[in-house]
Nanobody
């Protein structure tokens, strides 16, 4: 399994931006589809975005479409989540996830076998 470490979270005002990074260990990062999920206090973990192994296909939850952008740099073993126009309802712990497959991007937690420990994003109103 791949080891994942998220970074880039923090406190930001509504309307601001943050960029999350997820660094993966191992030499086969390009074999993995990657995803971002989030969990707000008192709520279940939910899908945010995913990207296929090459970066050529992406998928977003309706709640973030047009505001968030997922990307990856396979040479750096890193996936990113650029978050713009942040809203208080985006406040959550954001988790990076990975699954070794060339298949579909995945939207369910069960589509991913490796998880990071999460990074807190807090958006103040």
């Amino acid at each position: 399994q791949v080891q994942l470490v998220e970074s880039g979270g923090g406190l930001v005002q509504a309307g601001g931006s943050l960029r999350l990074s997820c660094a993966a260990s191992g030499r086969t990062f390009s074999n993995y589809r990657m995803g971002w999920f989030r969990q707000a206090p008192g709520k279940e973990r939910e899908f945010v975005s995913s990207i296929n192994w090459s970066g050529g296909r992406t998928l977003y939850a309706d709640s973030v479409k047009g505001r968030f952008t997922i990307s990856r740099d396979n040479a750096k073993n890193t996936v990113y989540l650029q978050m713009n126009s942040l809203k208080p309802e985006d406040t959550a712990v954001y988790y990076c996830a990975a699954e070794r497959t060339y298949g579909n991007m995945g939207v369910m937690q069960s589509d991913f076998g490796s998880w990071g420990q999460g990074t807190q994003v807090t958006v103040s109103s």
